[in-house]
């Protein structure tokens, strides 16, 4: 599921709100031990264009 979340989401990321549900789902589809490196990519990629999105996403994992 890591491999479909960096397809995905670069595709999507032209719409904040779609963005921000396939965020959602990847994040509830990935294994447990996979979230940190999503959350690692994701901020690698989008924190410049979604940082509040990303934020809100993962409030849980980066706590």
Known sequence: MM???K???PKVS?????????LNKCI???????????YRWCYKN???LYPDVLAEAF???AA
Do not use: C, G, H, T
Request: net charge negative; no cysteine.
């Open 14 to 22: 032209f719409s904040k709100d779609l963005f921000r549900k396939e």
């Open 28 to 38: 509830n589809w990935v294994e447990p031990d996979q979230r940190m490196e999503l």
């Open 7 to 9: 397809v995905i989401l």
């Open 46 to 48: 989008f924190n410049d």
């Open 3 to 5: 491999e479909y979340a």
């Open 59 to 61: 409030a849980d994992i």
